[in-house]
């Protein structure tokens, strides 16, 4: 899992909790896409069962981070 003292990039924080408080959700997403390209991830995994996933070298890890709900990533996706 990756998390804020992890050996990949931190997740940062800050975002993290605007994501979960219901923030600005482009904002959101750009940072989450941002997190993924900065850690060189491939691919970022978003679902309303699990919180965010990143594939980093083909290995998927999963963000310490609240399950984003249906809704929530909804409107980040239709935010862009």
Known sequence: ???CKSKIRS??????ASVLK?????MDITELLKFTLDNKGS????SGT?????????QLHRLKADVLGSDTIRGMLYSV
């Open 50 to 58: 699990n919180p965010p996933i990143v594939r980093i070298n083909g």
């Open 1 to 3: 899992d990756l998390n």
């Open 22 to 26: 219901g923030g600005n959700a482009a």
């Open 11 to 16: 997740w940062p924080c800050g975002v993290r």
């Open 43 to 46: 691919d970022l995994h978003l």
